[in-house]
């Protein structure tokens, strides 16, 4: 039966989340298996995303293509980056949220946050670390994409003698993408456990309903602009791209379901290579369009820091001026694209954000007790950003292409979610 596995997937999450509501401390005895679903993504996460890189820019062709579906990607991760913030703003000024919430409400909530500020310039350093191996090792996304990608350029210019490596890479994307496809019949299963023992852990500790009182209209605005930036991204698929705007979302549905069980646009990417494969996206412009945009576009993120931002100034009464809230825009974006797609991922870059406006970074508190909820829709937001961002590149770089290599992929039997055996 078509879509056989999507439905499991959606009964388990059903399931779950009856289940941790009817049994929530039987429940958590089988978070475990949720912590392992996540482990085993996160496992082929790295050696993928370089594998990937490696073997998608090195049959590129020559730096001319690679070179416009680079510039293709930066130009639509800005844009796509820079409406969610917009949005946010927007939406913000208009609905004043945070408005008649007495300031006290902040500095009630506070508590030092364990969330350590960060140095644009120390930033900057961590991108180019003096050990990648040690990078790999703290799960830093960012240095590893950058390595990868100068390591294939590098590949491509040396040519003869790089040859073996490059087929060595072949080699392991293969292998990874068969080890993703065997990890796709767990998803059901890691769904079950994720989404019930969260919803079990809120059930216990009764906390989720308390925090959320008088913060319901800003939780409400920001799931708003959530669905506002995927349904511009939704008109691009329908009216540039002319794909069919449906089929697109149910394809997607696999990499959207596993984001909001992870919260992890990272742990997800996986999942979403394997989408991208069946919304026919060139595997080169997917393996190398979905690692990049997995690190930068992370648009939900960057409306969400923005958006609190500016609630913080509503409740603690500062007028914040047209340039301000420029330097509100213009952070978020470098806090968006910064942010690590790991759970919780956009609330270390938050500060950077905060610190522009003058906002004790303990604010962030306030948000801390249901932040885990928001964080699985914006993580949703940002892998949907992706995959529109890899078609959309696709459909402006591949059109006059004829294909560069026989794509290895072709030899692996994806498409586990539509389960056509
Ligand atoms: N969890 C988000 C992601 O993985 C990052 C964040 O907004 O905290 O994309």
Known sequence: MKNKMFIFIILSMILGIACGIAF?????TFQWIGTLFINLLKLIVLPLIFSALVSAITSMGGMNRL??????????VLLSVSLAVIIGLVLLNVLQPGVGIPANFILANSSPADIRPVEFSSFLLTLFPPNIIAAAAKFEIMPVVFFSIVFSIACVNVGETAK????FFNGMRDIFVKMIVWLMYL?????????????????????????????MLFIIIFITGLFLQMLWQLAIVKFVLRRNAKEFVIASSDALLTAFA??????????TLIVAKKEKVNDDVARFVLPLATTINL??????????ALFFCQILGMHLSLLSQ???????????????????????????????????????????PFDRILDRFR??????????CATTVDHFTSKKQTPIVKNTLDNVRVLPVNNQA
């Open 24 to 28: 929530p401390k039987h429940m958590l």
């Open 67 to 76: 070179g416009s579906i680079g510039v293709y990607t930066i130009g639509y």
């Open 164 to 167: 073996p490596v490059i087929a």
């Open 187 to 215: 998803t059901p299963i890691g769904l079950f456990s994720l989404l019930g023992s969260a919803i079990a852990e809120a059930a216990l500790q009764n906390r989720l309903m308390e925090s959320v009182k008088g913060m």
């Open 262 to 271: 992870t919260s992890s646009s990272m742990a997800t990417l996986p999942v």
């Open 299 to 308: 648009a939900g993120t960057a409306m969400y820091e923005a958006v609190s």
């Open 326 to 368: 420029v330097g509100v825009f213009m952070t978020a974006i470098l806090a968006g694209m910064g942010a690590t797609g790991i759970p919780e991922g956009g609330l270390v870059t938050m500060i950077m954000v905060l610190r522009v406006v003058n906002v004790p970074t303990s604010a962030i508190a306030l948000l801390l």
């Open 379 to 388: 993580t949703m937001v940002n892998v949907w950003g992706d995959l529109v």
